[in-house]
């Protein structure tokens, strides 16, 4: 399987996975063991996506049944925005490690760069955005340096091995390397033929950062949360479904290829086995330079998932 070197660690991050977002928890531990059995050896999960301990579940049948090691695994979770002060990182990692049943995580990120009010896991968890009333947002003044120092802490007592994030801006990025004392190794963010994102996947380039597309098909994600913005499916569109044809892929093998041949992982979530098998067989074939640039032609800053600038129910910002 395809992988790319994370710069400190050397460890290989493969670059297609599956995504946990949304994946309901009654048939979580399934969809992952199943995931496993079929190839896929990295898992993308989040405190937020609220499976935690199903995904866990999954992966500890595929260990106890020697379908893989753990060191052939490459489980990815993501620190919520409401545990960013120095008090919690650690207590939240390790929450979230023992719900995996894991005793350390291949890659932890800082899921937004926005710190939110503290609230008490005993009291609801995961608490997304928004308190008890589910409208209101309450920011917390936690900087990203106290949170990126206690993620390197993560890594000094091996219950990271990598640790990255999500979700920023090159600025952030740039000003965090400032004080890093571990450079992040990883940025996630929305990159789709509607999102290409050049500018930031050229920065982290230079900067030996790798990159995760998340919502590698665009709207697609987002039409059951009507939050799609009207776009047309990346699915329809000329560009991708001419090249789809042209090699005989399907238009999501030739979204994730299109992100996977320049070094970009993806994690999609698929909905069923036969779309997971089509997603995790995306990278035996090459566009040619003239085809990804057409499906790059397609960019229009675009962006699904910013609840910062574009949700309004975060009316606060
Ligand atoms: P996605 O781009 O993976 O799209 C998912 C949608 O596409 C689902 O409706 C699914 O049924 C459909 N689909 C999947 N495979 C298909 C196929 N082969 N053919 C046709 N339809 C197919 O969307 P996503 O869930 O937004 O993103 C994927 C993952 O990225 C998430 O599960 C999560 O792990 C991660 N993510 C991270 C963040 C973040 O803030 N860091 C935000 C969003 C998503």
């Given at each position: 399987m395809s992988a790319v070197a994370l710069a400190r660690t050397g460890q290989a991050m493969p670059l297609v996975g599956f995504g946990l977002w949304k994946v309901p928890r009654p048939i979580c531990a399934d969809t992952v063991y199943n995931a496993i059995k079929a190839g896929y050896r990295l898992f993308d999960g989040a405190g937020d996506y609220g499976n935690e301990k199903e995904a866990g579940e999954g992966v500890r049948r595929a260990l106890t049944d020697g379908l893989v090691k753990r060191e052939?695994?490459?489980?990815?979770s993501k620190l919520w925005n409401t545990f960013h002060a120095k008090e919690h990182v650690k207590v939240l990692a390790e929450k979230q490690l023992g719900l995996w049943g894991?005793?350390?995580?291949?890659?932890?990120?800082?899921h937004f760069p926005i710190a939110?009010?503290?609230v008490d896991p005993n009291h609801r968890y995961p608490p997304?955005?928004?308190g008890d009333d589910g409208k209101s947002v309450t920011l917390q003044d936690t900087p990203m340096q106290e949170t990126w120092t206690c993620m390197e802490e993560l890594v000094?007592?091996?219950?990271?091995?990598?640790?990255?994030?999500?979700?920023?801006?090159?600025s952030l990025i740039i000003d965090m390397l400032r004080y890093a004392r571990i450079k992040p190794q990883v940025l996630q963010i929305e990159l789709h033929p509607y999102l290409t994102q050049e500018a930031i996947v050229k920065l982290?380039?230079?900067?030996?950062?790798?990159i995760t597309a998340y919502s590698s098909f665009g709207p697609q994600g987002y039409y059951e949360l009507s939050m799609d913005r009207g776009a047309t499916s990346l699915f329809k569109v000329d560009a991708v479904t001419t090249v789809a044809s042209k090699h005989g892929k399907s238009p999501a093998q030739v979204l994730l290829r299109w992100a996977t041949q320049r070094d970009i992982a993806v994690v999609p979530k698929a909905s069923g086995p036969e779309r997971a098998v089509e997603n995790l067989k995306s990278d035996g074939f090459e566009l040619s330079a003239e085809e990804m640039k057409a499906i790059s032609a397609l960019n229009c800053d675009?962006?699904?998932?910013?609840?910062?600038?574009?949700?309004?129910?975060?009316?606060?910002?």
């Open positions: 052939e695994l490459f489980i990815t894991l005793d350390y995580f291949d890659l932890f990120l800082v939110l009010a503290y997304e955005w928004w000094d007592l091996g219950l990271a091995k990598n640790i990255g994030i999500s979700n920023c801006q090159g982290c380039k230079e900067l030996g950062i790798a675009l962006r699904m998932n910013d609840p910062a600038d574009i949700d309004p129910r975060l009316g606060i910002f």
